[in-house]
């Protein structure tokens, strides 16, 4: 079964064009300031995969800056957001 941490990194890895760079995140790995390829436009890039691929929607007021700090977080946020 994938988990949903799975799949974020993927998703992320996917838009980010990481190539194999994507298997080395773990839960804990930065990624706002320390992936280069994660600038304001490829959030913008990643907002929208994670909404078509789960089905969620994600306002902009919803967004800061604590969501793309590891992995981790990011993969929690959109746990919740499933979760309703």
Same mark, same amino acid.
């Given at each position: 079964?994938?988990?949903?941490?799975?799949?974020?990194?993927?998703?992320? /890895?996917?838009?980010?064009? &990481?190539?194999?760079?994507? =298997?080395?995140?773990?839960?804990?790995?930065? $990624?706002?300031? %320390? *992936?280069?390829?994660?600038?304001?436009?490829?959030?913008? /890039?990643?907002?929208?995969? &994670?909404?078509?691929?789960? =089905?969620?929607?994600?306002?902009?007021?919803? $967004?800061?800056? %604590? *969501?793309?700090?590891?992995?981790?977080?990011?993969?929690?946020?959109?746990?919740?957001? &499933?979760?309703?």
């Amino acid at each position: 079964m994938v988990t949903t941490i799975d799949r974020v990194r993927i998703i992320l /890895g996917d838009v980010l064009q &990481l190539g194999q760079r994507r =298997d080395n995140l773990t839960v804990e790995s930065p $990624l706002l300031g %320390s *992936i280069p390829e994660l600038d304001s436009m490829a959030v913008v /890039g990643l907002i929208s995969a &994670l909404e078509e691929q789960f =089905d969620i929607v994600i306002d902009d007021d919803e $967004l800061d800056a %604590s *969501i793309f700090a590891t992995l981790g977080s990011l993969a929690t946020f959109v746990t919740q957001k &499933l979760q309703g």
